[in-house]
């Protein structure tokens, strides 16, 4: 089955931008939804974006700042975090969202100043 590995996090100052990566191991191209994911520390996953069917979702307390894109080409889904804020701070994960993947060791994005 489909591996996905994700990269792109780091330490950055609140107001700062980060793009994720989530590279999976074969084509993408036939499934029809991914989503990315943050566990903050001490809590559990919470869903941050969603895109199915060329239509994304967020939750509301990152609209406006993150967009979640796909690139068939490249097997990748991304993320673009822009004004990064404290309370982004978590191990961002990607999954499928038809029959989910085990969790993988996501990417950690710290903000802080």
Known sequence: QVQLV?????LVQPGDSLRL???????ISKIHGFGWYRQ????????V?????????????VKGRFTIYRD????TIYLQM??????DTA??????LLR??????????TVSS
């Open 6 to 10: 994700e990269s792109g996090g780091g």
């Open 21 to 27: 990566s989530c590279v999976a191991s074969e084509s």
């Open 40 to 47: 903050a520390p001490g809590k559990d996953h919470e869903w």
């Open 49 to 61: 974006a969603i895109l199915a069917n060329g239509v994304d979702t967020y939750t509301d307390s």
């Open 72 to 75: 068939n080409a490249e097997n």
């Open 82 to 87: 822009n004004h990064l804020k404290p309370e």
């Open 91 to 96: 191990t961002y994960y990607c999954n499928k």
């Open 100 to 109: 989910p993947l085990p969790w993988g060791q996501g990417t950690l994005v």
